[in-house]
């Protein structure tokens, strides 16, 4: 099962951006689709972006609207997801995951493996 850790979460303020990193083992990213959830207290995990193994991309447009980006470099077996004009309803513990090609992309029960997640907070 893939080990993913992620980092670059924290506190900003609203309208700033962060940038967040999944490191993934070796080949991880170029052979499996991966994707960034997130999860408020109280709330259901939600999906927020997916990118395939062929570098297409879905997003929850509802929630990040143009303001996310997920890109991955396979040599470096790395996610990202750019955040940008963040808003206090951002505020989350951010997972990234990794699911075999076929699955549906945007249910979390199609990742078998999840990171242990960092914590975005945005203040007002």
């Known amino acids: 099962q893939a080990q993913l850790v992620e980092s670059g979460g924290g506190l900003v303020q609203a309208g700033e951006s962060l940038r967040l990193s999944c490191a993934a083992p070796?080949?991880?990213?170029?052979?499996?689709?991966m994707a960034w959830f997130r999860q408020a207290p109280g709330k259901e995990r939600e999906f927020v972006a997916a990118i395939a193994r062929t570098g297409s991309t879905t997003y929850n447009v509802d929630a990040v609207k143009g303001r996310f980006t997920i890109s991955k470099d396979d040599r470096k077996s790395t996610v990202y997801l750019q955040m940008a004009s963040l808003k206090p309803e951002d505020t989350a513990v951010y997972y990234c995951?990794?699911?075999?090609?076929?699955?549906?992309?945007?249910?979390?029960?199609?990742?078998?493996?999840w990171g242990q997640g960092t914590q975005v907070t945005v203040s007002a």
């Open positions: 070796p080949r991880t990213v170029m052979w499996y689709n």
């Open positions: 995951a990794a699911a075999e090609p076929g699955n549906p992309t945007r249910a979390p029960a199609s990742y078998k493996a």
